[in-house]
């Protein structure tokens, strides 16, 4: 008896809970959840700054951080959350999720690295050795895109995930030749001044992180997913023109309190090489956007097919950057 | 599939009675059409919630197992398990030559066991997937740190049992061997280790399962490489069929192995068992 009286009491509880956790997140319907594929960085200060500003307009958002870009895109698709941080390219195609992009933050940046001692340029990694990434990841593509470009054929392509890694590896002259991002070139140039060569790389545009939500949430939250990608926008544009202004962005809107003092001093340097560079898309991407990660991704193997048979609007929805363009101008 | 004959000989079904009944006698006298049944309505039950879908991420059995077979065929699986066997094969035989060996010493001496089971009484209940990534903080990300993470899964399991099973050899076979005036080391190596040895391979066994876990969370947390890479390979371009058929693969082959070496186990070691 006393057995039975405990799991009723126990399937009480559970319904109450569950009873609980619907009404709360009824009553949270009209927040925005943001869900971005890494922990908070330097690297993503900008983006905190815009969310902030977007916030300024009346828009609620509540980011949330997970592990990896993978599961904030599940997130997303599941309706665990509204707006994802990433390029779902592949999870658009091959499962026919319905969400869509609608706007570029990044562009990929990366920097092959190579020891000064041993090559020179693209030409001398003929038959050597490089390390990227991971399988199917930017870093690989990029690599592969220049081996068909220069002519060259690497002897073989290894797998160390991290750019920090990548660059620790590098310097203790465990790899001889890689890439790694901005950080990490920024490194090697300080710990080793003129001991590596950066290899020239043009013309490689392929998105690194846009934002994506289900169809049906850029139906019907229109007005709010316009205020967001305008107050990115804008913040791009100005970050481009004023680099050091997100420093006082941080302190403004009190944007990572817990920053240790060494990477407080990255933000302006950080912020500056890339305004210099035009890393930040100042009109969103949109279709010229999908068109080059059509061309960079199918190399890749994130997307198969012929990239002239994609279709940008099975993977974008322009509308919403087409309103706030004809509103901000495109630049 | 070793392990359906342990339970004795197939005999033939010559059933008269009701379908029920008949159903019943087939699944006692051979149970491995009990499991064929239980794995058949498994199969039939992802297969229908891959249908529904219950998610835009989780492909049908048979999608599944078209790319199971297809990369048997290709021979990615063939490469993947030859990098993934190779931490693998290494720690459990380090885990395997050190674990015996400690849980013997700890077994026969109360120091040693003092000294040395609680440590390997905490590494058993410590949260292993958070300590892995540690290990590349001091060994990297080559094969060593690989082999570690299988070794701290495998040896608390392997030396554990190996101090229980000798800690309690049957005290009347040690007063036997004592009255026939059995020096300490016929004691120990005629008696007291064969008495211990079912329970030994047993720990072993346990140790290759946990060992198995250990590989592939070594795969997926440190580098992916093996089996870890097919599966994260497959989850970021979202060929979501190849990597749920990656995944059952590693059931697969835990499972098959773990069955032969029962079986082994049981015909070998302990006879007893057969006839229950």
């Known amino acids: 008896m006393s057995r039975r009286l405990a799991s009723l009491k126990a399937g009480t509880a559970a319904l109450a809970i569950g009873v609980a956790l619907m009404v709360s997140s009824a009553a949270e319907a009209a927040k925005v959840r943001v869900v971005y594929g890494d922990i908070p960085s330097v690297e993503s200060l900008h983006l905190l700054a815009a969310f902030e500003r977007a916030k300024e307009k009346g828009v609620d958002i509540e980011m949330t951080y997970l592990k990896s870009e993978d599961i904030a895109a599940q997130a997303v698709v ?91 590896a590098l310097l203790q002259g465990n790899v001889k030749a890689s890439i790694v991002d901005s950080s990490g070139r920024r490194l090697l140039e300080t710990q080793a001044p003129g001991k590596f060569i950066i290899l020239p790389l043009e013309g490689v545009n392929a998105t690194d992180e846009a934002l994506f939500a289900n169809t049906n949430f850029l139906e019907k939250n229109a007005a709010d997913v316009d205020k967001i990608v305008e107050a990115i926008i804008t913040t791009w544009r100005e970050v481009t023109e004023k680099p050091s202004v997100v420093t006082e962005w941080r302190a403004k809107y009190k944007l990572l309190p817990d920053l240790p003092a060494a990477q407080v001093n990255e933000i302006g340097p950080y912020f500056e090489e890339l305004a210099k560079g035009k890393a930040f898309p100042l009109s969103g991407g949109g279709a010229v956007a999908a068109k080059d990660d059509f061309a960079f991704y199918t190399l890749s193997g994130q997307l198969t097919g012929e990239p002239a048979s994609l279709k940008v609007e099975d993977f974008w929805d322009t509308r919403p950057l087409d309103r706030v363009l004809a509103k901000v101008g495109t630049k | 599939m070793a392990s359906s004959q342990v339970n004795g000989p197939a005999r033939a079904v ?222 970021s371009v979202a060929n979501y069929a190849e990597m749920y058929a990656a995944v059952v693969s590693i059931i697969l082959v835990s499972t098959l192995t773990l069955a032969a070496l029962e079986a082994f186990e049981v015909r070998v070691l302990r006879p007893e068992k057969r006839r229950g």
């Not at chain 1, 990694?125 to 592969?144: C, D, F, P, Y």
């Open chain 1, 78 to 168: 599941g309706g665990q959350a509204d707006i994802g941080v990433g390029g779902p390219y592949a999870l658009v195609q091959k499962v026919k999720a319905p969400i869509r992009m609608f706007m570029q933050l990044s562009t990929l940046r990366f920097y092959p690295a190579v020891n000064g001692e041993f090559y020179k340029t693209w030409k001398d990694l003929n038959g050597q050795e490089v390390a990227v990434h991971s399988r199917g990841s930017g870093t690989e593509a990029i690599m592969k895109l220049m081996e068909q470009r220069q002519g060259i054929k690497f002897s073989k392509i290894s797998y160390i995930p991290g750019a920090e890694v990548r660059t620790g």
């Open chain 2, 14 to 235: 010559h059933s008269p009675a009701g379908w029920g009944l008949s159903l019943g006698r087939l699944f006692t006298q051979h149970p491995i059409a009990s499991r064929v049944v239980s794995l058949g309505l498994f199969f039939l039950m992802w297969e229908i919630a891959g249908r529904v879908p219950i998610s835009y991420a989780f492909p049908t059995f048979l999608e599944t197992l078209s790319a199971f077979v297809t990369m048997l065929f290709d021979g990615s699986l063939f490469v993947a398990y030859g990098s993934t066997l190779q931490p693998l094969i290494i720690g459990i035989a380090i885990s395997g030559v050190v674990g015996v060996a400690l849980g013997i010493v700890m077994g026969l001496s109360r120091t040693a066991e003092w000294l040395v089971a609680p440590l390997f009484i905490v590494l058993q209940s410590a949260p292993m997937a958070a300590l892995i990534p540690l290990i590349t903080f001091v060994y990297g990300i080559g094969l060593a740190a690989k082999t570690l993470a299988v070794i701290m899964l495998a040896l608390p399991v392997i030396v554990l049992n190996g101090y229980k099973a000798v800690r309690n050899a049957n005290p009347s076979l040690v007063a036997m061997c004592y009255s026939f005036q059995g020096t300490k080391l016929q004691q120990i190596a005629k008696i007291i280790i064969p008495d211990a040895s079912p329970v030994i391979f047993a720990g072993l066994r346990l140790g290759l399962a946990a060992g198995f876990i250990g590989v592939i969370l070594a795969e997926l947390l440190i580098t992916p490489t093996g089996i870890g890479d097919l599966i994260t390979y497959h989850r």
